[in-house]
Every structure is written in structure tokens, then in C-alpha cells.
């Protein structure tokens, strides 16, 4: 990849694979289960598509996006269909939200998901060993922090459902964050990206100055929930779909949230490394071996 330092490419998003996170979402097809509870709060509910095939059918979650703070399971989703006509089950989430739900809520609310649908495998048809993530902005955060982060189920849990695994076999994200620690992005961004509620929110606060009152407690929180800090040669394969604008310092908080310098710095991280990365940035960076993230996810999911 050339240096990103120079490059101003000012391209609009990739019309396929970006389109689902610019439009509303396309019409689905009905759930078979609508609402499921998987945890305690109002917001732990997901609905879940069965696809047919032989045997226990691989499984896709999708996490909204959103900051954090806002956004719905029915909004701005990737068109399920494709994925069930090659028989691959849906699931599509919610969680509950910042700042009234500061970290870990929202993460820890998708890992339980997670672990809930593999609780439910035998009478679902779910092949366990074929789950995988999507999801844009914060729900791509999300997703990169699961797929990064080393497996937190609690195998002494009372709740049978926090025993199950949280890992899962690969994820697409879509303009993604993968740091939201305010001392390493501002580095990468200019101040503007701090003017993001995404940020402030995610520790219980609306505004950056706050959070500057209870530094040492945020930080922890930005740092462990920042995908790259956990990003290892182990981890499953990571697809990143990121915008064509990369022009720096950022020009405004939401330029800057979504901004392509999160794709390129975890994968500058993952080719040191050694982990299955691939990064489309258009005009910039391409896959040599997937077309896009749909190809990607197909061949995860449908992999023996």
C-alpha cells in the first residue's frame, strides 16, 4: 500500500459493498423468530432467519451500527437474502446503548448474543463452528472486538449460556473503528474525531470534556475496547471496507469517526504480525483475493 500521508481521493463509498450502510435497509424477508430474548434487558433481543440445507447451517450476525448510541436491528442492514439462498442463517441484533449504557454494555451485550445463539444450537441447526460477524461503524467496532479479543466465556457460570464460546471464524466490518482511545486517535485524525458524541458516549458522557474529569477510569475502558490492542497472528480473518476519503486532519466529527486511516493502521498492524487481513479502500487498497466482503464472508461461512 502506498503511504496514506499524501493521498486525497475524495471518491464516493464502493456502490456494492458500501451501498447497505448509505441507504436504508433493502426489504427482508421475514424472520422465522422475531424479538427472541437472549438476555435480561429490553434491548437483548435479535431476530433470527433459518436458512435450509443439509445439516447444521452456518450462521451470520449482523450488529447495527449506530456510535453506540442509537440504531435498530431493522436499520441499514446488508440484504439477507443472498446469504439464505446459500443456505446461511441470519441473525440480526440489538444491545443496549450509550451513554446510558457506557462500556462494556454494548460489546458485552453482543458477546452474550453470540453465546445465547450457540446455546440454542441443536434446535436452531446452527453449525457452531461456522459463525460469523458484520456490521458498520460501531457494529463493525463490535465485531472486530470479538473476532480479536480471546474467547470471555466463564466456564463456572451459574447462566448456561455465559459457558459458551464468544470466538467466532471471521468478520466483514464496514467503516469501522478500530481504536476509540482518544489519545491514539486524535494522532491518527486531528482533534475533530474527538467531537464525536461515539466517543464520549462510550464512557457514560456527552461531551469530550467530561471525559477528560475521570481520565484514568476512561482510559482503561478506551483501550480495552479497541480492536487493534488485541489483534494477534491467531485470530480468525478480518475483511475491512473502508471510504475513499483520505484526506487529514479530518474535517468534521463524522468524517473522521469513519475515517479509512482505522482500516489501514490494524492492517499495517496485521501484516507485521502475521494475520489474514484484507482492506478495500477504493482507489487505494484492494483484496487480491476476495471481490468483496460478501466473497469473503460466502467463503468463510461455506468453508468445510
Known sequence: MRSFKAVVLFLSLSAGT?????ADTPEQPTPTKSD???GPDARNVLDFWDATGDGPRPLLIYIHGGGWLTGDKSKKGPAFQPFLDRGIS???INYRLTPGNPLPAPVYDAARAIQFLRSKANHWNIDTKHIALTGPSAGGCTAMWLLLHDDIADPKAT?????????????SVLVAQTSIDPEVIEGWLGPNVLKHPMIAGAVGEREISEVMKKHDLAHDLYVEFSPINHLDSNDPPLFMTCSAEMDLPSRDSSH???????????????DRVGHDCHLVIPGYSESKKYSDGNDFLFQMLLSK
Request: proline share 5%.
Open 36 to 38: 427472541v430474548s437472549y
Open 159 to 171: 447462566d448456561p449460556v455465559l459457558r459458551e464460546s464468544t470466538r467466532v471464524c471471521a468478520a
Open 18 to 22: 458500501c451501498a447497505s450502510f448509505a
Open 90 to 92: 441470519i441473525a440480526a
Open 256 to 270: 473522521g469517526i469513519h475515517h479509512p486511516v482505522y482500516g489501514v493502521k490494524l492492517k499495517e498492524k496485521s
